[in-house]
Every structure is written in C-alpha cells, then in structure tokens.
C-alpha cells in the first residue's frame, strides 16, 4: 500500500499541503534535537521528492517560455527555499536519531532492560518516521552497542571481573603497556651500548706523522746554513708566539694610589697596588682602576 502511495501522483493543492508541512517540520525540529519529531504525512521524503521535482518543472517551462522574468526568478527562489530547509532538517533529524540511539543503548542493563533513568529519554514510534531513518537509528544503536562490548561498559558500571586486563588491539589507541615497551625498545634502538674506544694518547697523536729526516743530515745543514731555517721549532719562538696573544690583552698602568687589598686576576694570581708601580694587567682590570682613579696609563 505504501508502495502505491509513493508512487502515486500528487496533485498542485497535495504539493502545497507537502511544502507547508516541510516548513513546518524543520520549525518542529529545530526546538527539538535530541527526539525526532513524527513526520506530518506517509511517506514524506518520497512527496518532498515530488514536491523538488515539480518546482524544477515549473521553473524550466517559464524560462524556456518567457525567459529569465520575475515570475522566473521568484520560482527560483523558491526552489532555493525549499532545498535548504530540505538540507536543515535531514542534517537536525539525522543528529536526533543519532542522540536518541546513542541515550537509549547507553542506558540499557546487563541484561538488557532499560535502566531507570531511560524512562526519561521517549520511545519512537516508527509508523510516524521514514523506513530509512529506522535503519539509520539501528546502525547507530549496533555501534554504540559494538563500542559498549570493546570497553567492558556494562562493567564500568556495575563492577565485575568481565574487564579484560590486556584486550586484543583491533585499530586505535594501544594499551598503556604497549606504549611503555615500545618506548623502552625505542631506546634501546635509538642509543645502543658503544663499546668504549681507548684512548690514544696525545703526544702519540699529535707527532705522529714526523717526517723522515735524519739527524746527521740536520746537523750538517746547520753547519753549512748557520743562520737558515732547519725545519725545528726553537723554543724561543714558541714563547714569543704564546706571548703575544697574551701581551695583546695586558695594559701597562702606573699606580698613583696604593690598595690594601689585591686584586685577584683572571687566572687567580694577585696584583698588590702599591703607589709608583708599573703593572701589566688584564685590560679590564686597567680600565676600571684607571676609571676608580687609582692608576693612570703608562701605554709604552
């Protein structure tokens, strides 16, 4: 019978009882999100799907008689009107039969009675909704039905020993001590144990690649070159070249006031200020003592 209705042909005057009851169903709807609201006639999204059809009928005869006129762009309009509120109440229907499936499973028992607090959350009387909205409440009731099982629900709230202490992973999250032994693995992946190089000493390093030169050879070149180079590094050098970066950051002051105290120096030695001296210091040391008015520059 439904089957016959559906298919049947509605009329201009059944259209507009259609599109009132559109209207008023999304008003209906959006005062109520949680429970759907009974559908006003019989298969009500089949006679809305007529009622589109012939708006878009309508609007294309006009247009191809007349043109783009106001009568023309007020079907449009129309049109458009009732589109959107088509698209505002399946959105606000699909989320009260999405919150009415979730509220009802949630508050089911062990054994499957409705707890107390369900008496709150009304039935649904499906002669008045779509055959569709019925089965999208049922596939929402079975999820939430599916995740109660995966989290032992019906334990969390009434106690037992029906809590698994390590469930199969079947996709998502993975128990807390499975993320413990994966970092733990991690680290051991990550920072492996280094067996400990020994280590070399630094002469043997630093001389190491000495060239082949023999030491007669050496004293004859210096016999026969007294004042030339002989590829040796004179100790002396090497002082005057350490000397000079240190030189380079010293200050010659003269010390017109004595200090009864030292001053201790960068490298921890003491400078005693006696009134007369001439003394090398760091050039910070120099600037403030110039700066206290206890020394002048003595800058050769």
């Known amino acids: ?6 298919s049947s042909r509605l009329g201009k005057h059944q259209l507009i009882t259609v599109e009132k009851s559109l209207f008023e169903l999304t008003r209906k709807q959006k005062s109520s999100l949680n429970v759907p609201v009974e559908l006003p006639i019989p298969n009500f999204w089949a006679s ?12 294309a005869e006009s247009i191809r008689a007349e043109g783009m006129t106001t009568k023309a762009q007020l079907q449009s309009r129309r049109l458009g ?15 009260a039969f999405a919150q009415h499936a979730v ?13 107390s607090a369900a008496n709150q959350i009304p039935t649904l009387n499906w002669h008045k909704h779509d055959p569709s909205e019925r089965i999208y ?5 079975h999820l939430v039905e599916k995740y109660k099982h995966e ?10 020993n029906d809590i698994p202490i390590s469930a199969p992973s079947v996709g998502g999250n993975a128990p807390l001590s499975e993320f413990i032994d994966e970092k733990a693995e991690n680290s051991e992946e990550v920072a492996p144990a280094v067996p400990k190089q020994p280590s070399v000493p630094t002469e043997e390093v630093d001389y190491w690649d000495e060239s082949d030169f023999d030491e007669e050879d050496r004293i004859r070149q210096m016999d026969a070159f007294p004042n030339g180079p002989t590829g040796a590094i004179s100790a002396t050098s090497i002082e005057s070249e350490s000397a000079q970066p240190a030189d380079s950051n010293l200050r010659r002051i003269l010390i017109i006031q004595d200090l009864d ?4 120096a960068e490298d921890g030695s003491e400078i005693h200020l ?3 001296d001439i003394q090398s210091c760091p050039v910070l040391i120099a600037e403030t003592l110039i700066a206290a008015g206890l020394a002048e520059s003595a800058d050769l």
Not at 1 to 6: F, I, N, T, Y
Not at 137 to 141: D, L
Request: zero cysteines; hydrophobic letters at 45%; a negative charge.
């Open 48 to 59: 809305v799907g007529q009622l589109l059809h012939h708006l878009e009928m309508e609007l």
């Open 103 to 115: 509220l009802t499973n949630l508050m089911k028992g062990p054994g499957g009675d409705v707890i």
């Open 1 to 6: 019978m439904s089957g016959e209705v559906a």
């Open 261 to 264: 105290d030292p001053i201790i």
């Open 151 to 160: 989290v032992s629900w019906n334990a969390l709230l009434h106690g037992g």
């Open 81 to 95: 009107v009732v589109r959107t509120s088509v698209t505002d109440l399946t959105r606000m229907r699909m989320n």
């Open 137 to 141: 409440h049922s596939g929402v009731g």
């Open 274 to 276: 006696i009134a007369g």
